[in-house]
């Protein structure tokens, strides 16, 4: 019950109230006590954004609060960055992404067989470099394209291409803490003789080649990074999932040697599993594609179309003047959600967020502060072990500072969670809540 949205538009509402009412005989004919006991200890917090009206905010900057039942004993699990926060705008969207995908497509491997990216839906590819002019984030022009099953597997692909294959031994790779917790999970899954995690780059001091990562806007922090180590043998990888305008201000299109890229977090299309690199050099782009053939044959050519429509419906949305656009909604709901969590920080005293210089952020023409996909939240007055104490006293699942190469006393809250899940977390971690109350 109390996952019901507030954000709703007349057809959903249709739709939702059939639900319910089926929902409800449900659960009167199988009676439903755990929830009637977590229902006896609420507490009210608010829900947002809604119309006075009730309606979709979509079409208003305007975010009234209304009451939702808080459920003391529900586990709020923030320790992935799952973009569901996006749902909502998609529903409102309605069939403008909607596809069908007839039986005789798909078919063949291959995609465009005179593309240096052979499986490279040629559509996606031309929505690709559109979406990058119309956001003004990375430049396009004389880059190589190569599709990949998420940005998870480019960087791999990048790893492997820009790794010595003589007998060198393995090159270390390396980013500066705190660092995306999974690089270096995914760099030492295989073992790989071409390539080894090599720590902090901060520490890194060897005089031998490398690949430093660099993730800007970075997750965990939010901050936008250079590289680091700054030595003659080392190589480049831009992972610039998050730079994105609802999360940071274009400064400048980035034009960088190898650029990553994913619908996970720039239209929260994480299950498509769709990501690019743009790439300055042909032969790392083909040695990034012989790659990817080595390991999957190539990348689903309905998740390409799929993410080829969801682009091209997110450009379209940033020319039109009648609706509001992706970018315009997500960039709300993360002013929003940070402006609550930044007024909870400092009501509890308890804990700390970074904060982050103002910056002109040249696609909306206005200055302001970043507003990352993840919070990077300190634990103080000598709360050692933050995962631990959010996870015992507040029922909060988030990831510990120790994931990134940092403290304990820090931990990754994700920001993308649907509404109930954050405005939950917003009013535990302002109130005086306690799960052993
Ligand atoms: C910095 C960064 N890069 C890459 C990824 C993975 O993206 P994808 O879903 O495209 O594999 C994530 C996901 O959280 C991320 O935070």
Redesign the pocket.
Same mark, same amino acid.
């Given at each position: 019950m109390e996952q019901i949205p507030k954000i709703l538009s007349w057809r959903n509402m249709l739709v939702l109230s059939l639900a319910l009412n089926f929902s409800l005989v449900l659960r009167i004919l199988n009676g439903d006590g755990e929830e009637r006991d977590s229902w006896d200890r609420t507490a009210s917090v608010s829900i947002w954004p809604t119309t006075a009206s009730g309606s979709s905010s979509l079409s208003s900057a305007s975010c009234n609060y209304s009451k939702i039942e808080e459920d003391d004993d529900r586990i709020i699990n923030l320790q992935l @960055?799952d973009p569901t926060v996006y749902e909502r705008y998609w529903q409102e969207m309605g069939d403008v992404t909607t596809m069908v995908i007839p039986g005789w497509q798909s078919l063949s491997y291959l995609s465009d067989k005179n593309n240096l990216c052979w499986f490279l839906e040629p559509e996606l590819g031309k929505e690709i470099i559109r979406v990058h002019k119309v956001v003004g984030n990375a430049v396009t022009q004389d880059r190589f394209i190569v599709v990949g099953t @998420? /940005?998870?597997q480019l =960087?791999q692909a990048a790893l492997y291409a820009l790794s010595p294959h003589d007998d060198s031994g393995p090159i270390n790779v390396v980013s500066a803490a705190p660092y =995306?917790s /999974?690089y270096p999970l995914i760099t030492d899954c295989l073992k790989s003789g071409l390539y080894r995690w090599g720590g902090d780059a901060m520490a890194y001091k060897e005089e031998i080649p490398y690949i430093e990562l660099v993730?800007s806007p970075n997750?965990p922090d939010g901050f936008l990074r250079q590289p680091v180590v700054n030595r003659s043998k080392g190589v480049l990888i831009h992972?610039l999932? =998050?730079y994105w305008p609802q999360y940071t201000p274009i400064i400048s299109a980035a034009d960088h040697d190898v650029m990553?890229f994913?619908v /996970?977090?720039s239209t929260g299309h994480?299950g498509m599993?769709i @990501?690019w690199a743009l790439v300055k050099d042909r032969e790392t782009a083909e040695k990034m594609t012989d790659y990817i053939e080595l390991n999957t044959i190539g990348v689903s050519k309905d998740s390409q179309l799929r993410a080829a429509k969801v682009l091209k419906v997110v450009s379209d949305s940033c020319g039109n003047e009648t609706a509001k656009s992706f970018f315009d909604h997500s960039y709300d709901v993360m002013s929003e959600r940070w402006k609550l969590l930044k007024q909870a920080v400092k009501s509890s005293k308890r804990f700390t967020v970074p904060d982050f210089a103002s910056q002109r952020c040249n696609f909306f023409g206005k200055v302001f502060e970043a507003q990352p996909a993840f919070a990077w939240f300190k634990c103080e007055e000598g709360i050692l072990d933050c995962e631990r104490f959010l996870r015992e006293e507040k029922k909060i699942l988030t990831k510990s500072g120790k994931h990134f190469g940092d403290e304990q006393s820090y931990v990754r809250i994700s920001m993308l969670d649907r509404d109930t899940n954050f405005n939950i977390f917003i009013h535990r971690i302002s109130s005086s809540f306690n799960s052993t109350i």
């Open positions: @960055g @998420g /940005s998870t =960087y =995306y /999974s993730t997750n992972d999932a =998050y990553l994913t /996970s977090k994480a599993r @990501g």
